[in-house]
C-alpha cells in the first residue's frame, strides 16, 4: 500500500503541474514573438545605420564615376552639340558598371540581372552638367486630360537670374516607354526652352522599357483599387530612377512634380533655410503637400532610394519617407504613449517645414486616370502677378484686344497686370511721354506665376527721341547710331528674350517722347505684361 501511494503522489504532483508548465510555455512563446518583433525592428535599423556610413565611405567611388561620364560625353559631344537642330534622339553610352553602393538594386528589383543597363537611362539631350548647388528632378508621365510640364517649367525658369541658371539643373524624367511620347515631349520642351537646353541647365532622359518589372500581379493593399496600387508602385520605381540619376550631379536633390507653380524666389529663399539650419536635418519641406518641395542632400539619396525599393510595393513615396525617417530616430521599445511624443518629436529634426510654402499644386486632373485632385498649400499664399515701380506720367496705348478689366494703364501704375489676346504682327504697345525725358533704362516682362506662358514673342523694343530734325534724319538716311530705325523715325533698340526685355539706352540719342513694343509675327499664346519699368534721371 504504501509502494502504491508513493508511486502515485508523483503522478498527482506531475499532473498539477503540467498545466502550470503548458502556460508558461505559452507565455514564452508570446514573449519571444514580441522579441522577436523588436529583433526584426532593430535589425533593421542597424542594416540603415550601416548603409548610411556605407554611404558616405562611397563618395570616391561616385567621383570616378563622374570622371568617367565626363570623358565619354568629350568622345560623344556629337549628340549634344548641336540641339536647334533636329532632335538627337539616342541613348548616351554612361559606364556601364554600378557603383558599389547601387549594387543591391538586383535585390530589389531581381529582373534587373537580366537588363543589366535598365538601371542607365536614355538621356534625350543635356549638356552632362555637375558640380552645381541644387538639382530639381521632374517626373512626368502621360495624362488623360491636361498635361502641365511646359507651364511648370515656365514657372521654374520664370526671373531666374542667368548666375542661378549656371548652378542648377533641371532634370526632366519623362517615365514612359511609348518611344512616339517621349519624343513629341521632349520636342516641346526644345521648343519651348530652346536657350535652356542649349545652356545644360535643362536635361530631359527617359527610362529603358526593361527597367520596371511586371506591374499586372501586384498584390492590393492599403484598401486601395488594383490600378491604385499599379500608380502609385510605379511612382516609388519612377522617383527612384530620377533620384539615382540625379544624385551625383549637385549638392542638394530637389524633388518636384510636373504640375506646379514656383514663387519667383525660390532658389535663394531654399538657400537661405538650408544655411540656417544648425542641426543635422534629412528633409526640408517646401511644400505640405505630397512629395512636391522635398529638398535632400545628396550624398542621402543612395539610403533614401534603397529604402524605398525595400517596400515599393507596400506604400506611397511620402508614407515611405515618414517611415524612414521612424526607423532612423524612434524608439520601439518605448510604450505607446511614449513612443508617439518621442516619435514625433525626434522626427521633427530631421524632417524639418519652411513657411511660407514656395510651390503651390496647380494641377486638376491626377497622372492617375479618373482622378480629379483639387489640392491647394495654404500655406503658399497669395500669387504676386504683377510688380510696381514708379514710372513717369505718360499716355498709354495699345492696338491689342484687352481682355476684361486687366488694362495697360494699370500695369503702368502697378496696379495690375496687363493682359490681352494673341497679338498678331504689326499690333504695338505704346508710352508717350507727357514730357520728352532722358531715359537711363528699361525693364519689360511678360507673363506671371498663374500664367507663364502668356508671353511676348518676336517683340522689339523701339523708342522715339523727341528730337524732330534727328527724326527725319533716321527716316531719310537711316540710323547714325548701333540701332536700326523703323520708317516713322523710331529706333530698335532692343527685344524679348524668353518673355523679357531689358536694357540700358544710350544717352547720345538725347530726350526721349515715346518707347513703343512692336510685335513682328502671330503669336499661339495671350499676352501678359507684368511689370513694367521706366528709369530716368529723375526717378
Request: net charge neutral; with cysteine; aromatic share 10%.
Amino acid at each position: 500500500m504504501r509502494l502504491r501511494l508513493g508511486q502515485v503522489l508523483p503522478a498527482l504532483c506531475l499532473g498539477a503541474a503540467f498545466p502550470l508548465l503548458w502556460y508558461a510555455v505559452w507565455q514564452r512563446s508570446r514573449g519571444n514573438d514580441l522579441d522577436m518583433y523588436q529583433h526584426h525592428l532593430l535589425e533593421l535599423q542597424q542594416r540603415l545605420l550601416y548603409a548610411d556610413k556605407e554611404n558616405k565611405k562611397r563618395s570616391h567611388e561616385l567621383s570616378s564615376a563622374l570622371d568617367e561620364i565626363k570623358h565619354i560625353v568629350a568622345r560623344r559631344m556629337n549628340i549634344t552639340n548641336n540641339h536647334t537642330g533636329d532632335l538627337n534622339w539616342k541613348e548616351l553610352k554612361l559606364p556601364r558598371k554600378l557603383p558599389m553602393h547601387l549594387t543591391n538594386i538586383y535585390y530589389y528589383l531581381p529582373h534587373l540581372q537580366e537588363y543589366e543597363d535598365a538601371v542607365f537611362p536614355n538621356v534625350i539631350f543635356g549638356q552632362q552638367r555637375t558640380g552645381v548647388s541644387l538639382v530639381m528632378g521632374i517626373p512626368t508621365v502621360k495624362r488623360e486630360k491636361q498635361n502641365y510640364l511646359i507651364d511648370t517649367l515656365h514657372s521654374l525658369l520664370y526671373q531666374l537670374s542667368e548666375e542661378q541658371k549656371k548652378d542648377c539643373i533641371i532634370i526632366v524624367f519623362i517615365a514612359e516607354v511609348d518611344a512616339e511620347y517621349v519624343k513629341s515631349v521632349a520636342e516641346s520642351i526644345k521648343t519651348s526652352f530652346p536657350r535652356e537646353v542649349q545652356s545644360g541647365v535643362l536635361e530631359v532622359i527617359s527610362p529603358p522599357a526593361s527597367y520596371y518589372p511586371d506591374l499586372s500581379n501586384l498584390k492590393e493593399t492599403l484598401g486601395d483599387s488594383e490600378d491604385r496600387v499599379r500608380w502609385r508602385t510605379k511612382q516609388n520605381l519612377d522617383y527612384s530612377f530620377l533620384m539615382l540619376y540625379a544624385q551625383p550631379k549637385g549638392t542638394f536633390y530637389l524633388q518636384l512634380e510636373d504640375d506646379i507653380i514656383a514663387k519667383p524666389d525660390f532658389i535663394e529663399s531654399i538657400k537661405s533655410f538650408a544655411a540656417q539650419q544648425s542641426q543635422d536635418w534629412m528633409v526640408l519641406e517646401f511644400s505640405q503637400l505630397g512629395f512636391i518641395g522635398k529638398l535632400f542632400k545628396s550624398e542621402d539619396l543612395p539610403l533614401i532610394v534603397e529604402f524605398f525599393l525595400m517596400f515599393y510595393k507596400d506604400k506611397p513615396i511620402d508614407w515611405l519617407i515618414d517611415h524612414l525617417l521612424w526607423v532612423k530616430v524612434c524608439n520601439p521599445e518605448k510604450d505607446a504613449v511614449s513612443i508617439t511624443t518621442h516619435c514625433e518629436k525626434e522626427k521633427s529634426k530631421l524632417r524639418i517645414r519652411a513657411k511660407p510654402s514656395l510651390f503651390q499644386h496647380m494641377g486638376i486632373f491626377s497622372s492617375l486616370a479618373g482622378k480629379i485632385q483639387n489640392l491647394k498649400d495654404k500655406d503658399f499664399g497669395k500669387n504676386l502677378l504683377h510688380k510696381a515701380h514708379n514710372n513717369p506720367p505718360a499716355k498709354v496705348d495699345t492696338s491689342l484686344r484687352i481682355y476684361q478689366q486687366y488694362t495697360l494703364e494699370k500695369v503702368y501704375k502697378g496696379q495690375d497686370c496687363f493682359w490681352a489676346f494673341a497679338p498678331v504682327a504689326g499690333d504695338y504697345i505704346r508710352f508717350t511721354f507727357l514730357n520728352p525725358l532722358e531715359v537711363e533704362k528699361y525693364l519689360f516682362r511678360s507673363g506671371n506665376m498663374e500664367h507663364p506662358g502668356d508671353k511676348l514673342f518676336n517683340t522689339t523694343v523701339e523708342v522715339l527721341p523727341a528730337d524732330e530734325m534727328l527724326r527725319k534724319e533716321l527716316v531719310d538716311n537711316g540710323s547714325k547710331f548701333n540701332y536700326p530705325a523703323t520708317k516713322d523715325g523710331y529706333l530698335k533698340i532692343g527685344a524679348f528674350e524668353n518673355g523679357t526685355a531689358e536694357g540700358s539706352i544710350n544717352q547720345a540719342i538725347g530726350r526721349i517722347e515715346a518707347i513703343r513694343l512692336s510685335v513682328s509675327s502671330d503669336s499661339p499664346v495671350w499676352a501678359i505684361l507684368s511689370e513694367v519699368l521706366i528709369k530716368t534721371s529723375e526717378n
